[in-house]
């Protein structure tokens, strides 16, 4: 275990714990806490607090922390705002490791000078606060609810990290009804020093926990967080909530770039390149944790699924195409297996179809068959309810196949259909932690999210070399425009930023006059596009300042005048500084490239359909930078066109190792030069294997600190 984890470590094994604001009163949270704690077999010392002394129960209120007269490890706050700094001054002076500020009227109401106080003075004296305004913590490692929450709480593998008070104790009360066991719970609250980060350490090296479960409202070091989901996922699956989804809450920006990466699209894209797995709802997300607390962590290639009707084994089928689900489709293997046991009108193919007569035996058949199949990496069982089968019958082979599966290895999974008996047999079963759902797209959902995370568990940990961006040149050219006091460089820096990093670009030169662009593309050569060059001038098409296709010196002088008195009428106060002649490149397949610093997640890599209809197709992917080029071909795959760079209708495959090399010099550029805020290439023309990519258009802005405005 780290340094930082075994820290925090303390947090959820203390010794002994006080709780300040205890009361004999029961509509008091602190009344609640200390009965929770103390009956819920804590196994360390308790020592109510409170100014007015006496006791409660057969319990001595002391009047302050440091009255106490032993160590303790972790105080619970729950006293009114107003009172928390006191509280706080008094734990410092007793030498107390962990404070749970319980309180709420802080930040969330506007008063965070209060909370900053509170956290600075803390921190100074080595005071670990988690809160304010949370609920509490639950920990099965020694038995302590000290929440205001239900009182029993069902120990297990899963724990829970909640940034919501109110929602993370609906999860307490919902976990027992679901039969889901908690090794932990805790509260975040406001975040003035423990963090998610932190937490996700400890439970990622904790014996106890076998799932994570991490509902979020906003994340504050999002690069933090990334790296500390990569490092936990290879251990245990982290099943993440988070609100906030809507395009309202994403910020506008200058480019495409910024426009798309809305913060929960990039959230989105960006966990499931850390390996964790995303919960639509509370729901799903319990199911989830149900399912992966209970199964073998290991990808379901070639999954196979049996049932007892034609009907649901389609929905099986359908459900399995949209979570991506691999399905087993060797048909000679399975009627050699299974269809000297189906009757003519069933199948023996995927899915296995044992028809509505199927006993009990067929079934514990079929599926003891299944495991002799060494390529079938994982089982869904469906059944419906039938005159012929028996709902106790049904328990039993449930129970025994989960058991055999278990022992050799291979995930398994139930999805029931029925009336109440088959009901009261499932959820027997849920009890003993047998995954079964009713739902049968639930029960494939699960197997699906297994799939998605076993499949990247098992990719090696990659440690990305740099393509070698040369950052300084870079930063010179931006300190350039800086100078100029531009947030954006003009056509030609930008299009050195591209040379420095040997990404293809046109022949270009930029005129001042006519005659400067008659020269200029006789030098470039015909066909040429003009590109007007302002410092005042972003979004060049919107003014009328692009023209293209120009055939000869005629059209040249034509297009030249256009773009220039075009950008005049319709930008009276531009400085326009020239126009860019540049060779008309050879059409490839149309893409936008980018990359961005984020405010939240730091460096982030775009790729996605290019063209002007890019925002309305918004067939876009991001990626936390830098990349590999594994994780730069994967990004790629997410995309709708990506069939489009291997080569469709006769056309021949792209050159995707040119593209890969681009993202992975976009991300390094806003990684390393620190100027440096948005980067997009749109179009970026991408040709045939061998024969490269060329960037097309490019536009580059600075990072607002780094320019003077």
């Known amino acids: 275990m780290n340094a930082e984890a075994d820290g925090i470590g303390k947090l959820f094994r203390p010794r002994s714990v006080a709780v300040v604001g205890a009361s004999s009163d029961p509509k008091k949270i602190g009344s609640k806490i200390l009965h929770n704690i103390t009956d819920g077999g804590f196994t360390g010392a308790v020592y109510p607090v409170n100014p007015k002394g006496g006791t409660v129960g057969s319990l001595p209120v002391f009047p302050g922390v440091a009255a106490i007269p032993d160590e303790v490890d972790v105080a619970v706050i729950a006293v009114p705002a107003r009172g928390v700094m006191n509280v706080v001054r008094d734990c410092c002076q007793a030498g107390v490791r962990f404070a749970l500020i319980v309180a709420s009227g802080f930040s969330e109401i506007g008063r965070r000078e209060e909370e900053r106080e509170i956290a600075a003075y803390a921190r100074e004296r080595h005071l670990r606060i988690l809160g304010p305004n949370m609920f509490g913590m639950y920990t099965a490692a020694v038995s302590l609810n000290a929440t205001f929450g239900p009182p029993r709480i069902r120990p297990g593998g899963v724990a829970i990290i909640s940034q919501s008070g109110a929602l993370g104790l609906s999860m307490i009360g919902r976990t027992a009804l679901e039969n889901l066991g908690l ?145 087993y489709d060797d048909v000679p293997v399975l009627k050699a297996t299974f269809g000297p046991g189906i009757p003519e009108y069933g199948s023996a193919r995927n899915p296995l179809d044992l028809t509505g007569e199927a006993g009990p035996a067929d079934y514990e058949r079929a599926l003891t068959a299944a495991l002799t199949l060494p390529d079938v990496g994982a089982v869904i069982a469906l059944y419906c309810e039938t005159a012929v089968f028996d709902a106790d019958a049904l328990a039993g082979i449930f129970a025994r196949c989960f058991e055999a599966y278990g022992k050799a290895g291979r995930p398994i999974v139930f999805s029931t259909m029925g009336g109440e008996q088959t009901e009261v047999a ?78 293809p670009l046109p022949g270009r030169k930029v005129a001042r006059t006519a005659g400067d662009a008659i020269a200029a593309a006789a030098s470039v050569g015909y066909p040429v596009a003009l590109k007007i060059v302002s410092r005042d001038v972003l979004h060049k098409s919107d003014v009328g300042g692009v023209a293209l296709g120009i055939q000869d010196e005629k059209e040249l002088i034509d297009g030249y ?42 460096p982030v890599v775009m790729a996605g359909l290019g063209g002007v209809y890019v925002e309305v197709l918004r067939d876009v992917v991001f990626a936390a930078a830098p990349l590999s080029d594994r994780e730069a071909f994967a990004m790629l795959q997410q995309l709708r066109c990506f069939p489009l760079l291997l080569g469709v209708r006769g056309e021949d495959r792209k050159d995707v190792e040119a593209l890969v090399e681009v993202l992975r010099k976009l991300g390094e550029i806003v990684a390393h030069c620190e100027s440096i805020a948005d980067i997009e290439i749109n179009p970026l023309f991408v040709y045939d294997e061998g024969e490269g990519v060329l960037a097309v258009d490019a536009r580059i802005l600075l990072s607002p600190e780094n320019t003077e405005e």
């Not at 920006?253 to 390996?275: C, E, N, W």
């Open 426 to 503: 499932a959820s027997r079963l849920r009890e003993s932690r047998i995954p079964v759902f009713s739902d049968v797209y639930a029960a494939v959902r699960c197997m699906g999210a297994l799939h998605r995370y076993g499949s990247g568990r098992r990719v090696p940990a990659e440690q990305t070399d740099s393509p070698g961006i040369p950052a300084e040149a870079v930063e010179r050219i931006a300190g350039g425009a800086r100078a100029g006091e531009r947030y954006f460089l003009l056509a030609d820096e930008a299009a050195a930023v591209l040379d420095a990093a040997a990404i």
């Open 561 to 602: 005048e256009g773009v220039v008195g075009n950008v005049r009428r319709r930008h009276p106060g531009a400085d326009i500084l020239g126009v860019e002649v540049s060779a008309m490149a050879v059409p490839g397949l149309e893409l936008i490239v980018g990359a961005r610093r984020d405010r939240t997640f730091g």
């Open 183 to 327: 090794s932990t719970i805790v509260s975040l609250g406001n975040k003035v020093d423990v963090t998610e980060v932190e937490l996700l350490d400890y439970l990622g090296e904790d014996a106890g926990t076998e799932v994570i479960l991490i509902y979020l409202e906003g994340v504050r070091d999002g690069e933090s967080f990334l790296r500390a989901l990569r490092r936990v996922g290879r251990r245990k699956p982290v099943v993440l909530i988070k609100s906030g989804r809507s395009d309202r809450g994403a910020a506008a920006a200058a480019s495409h770039t910024g426009s798309l990466a809305g913060s929960d699209r990039v959230f989105d894209h960006l966990i499931r390149q850390a390996g964790a797995l995303r919960a639509e709802s509370i729901a799903e997300a319990f199911d989830y944790c149900r399912f992966l607390s209970s199964v073998p962590l290991k990808p379901c290639h070639n999954t196979l699924i049996v049932t007892n009707g034609g009907g649901i084994g389609v929905l099986a089928t359908d459900a399995a195409e949209k979570y991506g689900l691999p399905l």
